[in-house]
């Protein structure tokens, strides 16, 4: 089942009527904020990986020139 055009246009009028646009505007930015947060650690965690796999090799070439 999908939405046509004036389905999700009816659905948007009504969200509106119910909560306001202010509050709907509100909705937004918070979800815009959550998303930049999430895409933000999801990177921290990805170097903080990239960096633990460079440390372990090196720890491992290190190892055998001894």
């Given at each position: 089942?999908?939405?046509?055009?004036?389905?999700?246009?009816?659905?948007?009028?009504?969200?509106?009527?119910?909560?306001?646009?202010?509050?709907?505007?509100?909705?937004?930015?918070a979800l815009g904020q959550?998303?930049?947060?999430?895409?933000?650690?999801?990177?921290?965690?990805?170097?903080?990986?990239?960096?633990?796999?460079?440390?372990?090799?090196?720890?491992?070439?290190?190892?055998?020139?001894?």
């Open positions: 089942m999908r939405l046509g055009t004036m389905e999700i246009l009816l659905i948007v009028v009504l969200a509106l009527v119910v909560f306001g646009g202010s509050k709907i505007a509100g909705v937004g930015k959550s998303i930049r947060e999430f895409k933000k650690e999801v990177k921290d965690d990805d170097e903080k990986k990239a960096g633990e796999a460079e440390n372990a090799e090196k720890a491992d070439g290190d190892a055998k020139k001894e």
